[in-house]
Antibody, heavy 116, light 108 residues
Framework: QVQLVQSGSEVKKPGSSVKVSCKAS????????ITWVRQVPGQGLEWMGR????????NYGPKFQGRVTITADRSTSIAYMELSNLRSDDTAVYYC?????????WGQGTLVTVSS | EIVLTQSPGTLSLSPGERATLSCRAS???????FAWYQQKPGQAPRLLIF???TRATGVPDRFSGSGSGADVTLTINRLEPEDFAVYYC?????????FGPGTKLEIK
């Protein structure tokens, strides 16, 4: 059964970038899409975008377009989400999840704190 | 962008009761394009239902989904203590695949 394991918490300065990884264990992501969702503390879920490793293509939500890059390495079964030009309101837990439509399973989440 | 609204915002019930949670999309998209998730404090969301009515692997049969068009419903029969959590609906008809604001199911 596939599990997704994400990289650890990060503390970043405003204006910098963060890159979060998501590794699949117990299976491969080659034939699946990986989606990234974020959750600001105490708030709901926001769909950021997805990558289809087999095709090497990604698409992004309009709120994040231009600031987010989602990639995947099929050989290592690791997906990445890089968010640039960080602001304080980017402080959130970032989740990866398998599949492009309904999302299952989810990674454990990575807290990214943006603070000067 | 399709906007999802969920009602009620908070639902207070006792174990053993039935919970009915609603989700409405800003346009008709067909019930096949909805999913439901459960999230407990400090945990990642967990998929419960996809295609509006198909239970994910391992989800107890007291959880059921229904609906059509722009409206879907999650029903939880005979509430167990572990069912008290926040529930989100999601549409995957068109990107960005938006989520509803959530319904908090709390113990009365």
């Amino acid at each position: 059964q596939v599990q997704l394991v994400q990289s650890g918490s990060e503390v970043k300065k405003p204006g910098s970038s963060v890159k979060v990884s998501c590794k699949a264990s117990g299976g491969s992501i080659s034939n699946s899409a990986i989606t990234w969702v974020r959750q600001v503390p105490g708030q709901g879920l926001e769909w950021m975008g997805r990558v289809i490793p087999l095709l090497g293509t990604a698409n992004y939500g309009p709120k994040f377009q231009g600031r987010v890059t989602i990639t995947a390495d099929r050989s290592t079964s690791i997906a990445y989400m890089e968010l640039s030009n960080l602001r304080s309101d980017d402080t959130a837990v970032y989740y990866c999840a398998r599949y492009a439509n309904w999302l299952d399973p989810w990674g454990q989440g990575t807290l990214v704190t943006v603070s000067s | 962008e399709i906007v999802l609204t969920q009602s009620p915002g908070t639902l207070s019930l006792s174990p053993g009761e039935r919970a009915t949670l609603s989700c409405r999309a800003s346009q008709s998209i067909g019930s096949s394009y909805f999913a439901w998730y459960q999230q407990k404090p400090g945990q990642a969301p967990r998929l419960l239902i996809f295609g509006a009515a198909t239970r994910a692997t391992g989800v107890p049969d007291r959880f059921s989904g229904s609906g059509s068009g722009a409206d879907v419903t999650l029903t939880i029969n005979r509430l167990e203590p572990e069912d008290f959590a926040v529930y989100y609906c999601q549409q995957y008809f068109s990107t960005p695949y938006t989520f509803g604001p959530g319904t908090k199911l709390e113990i009365k």
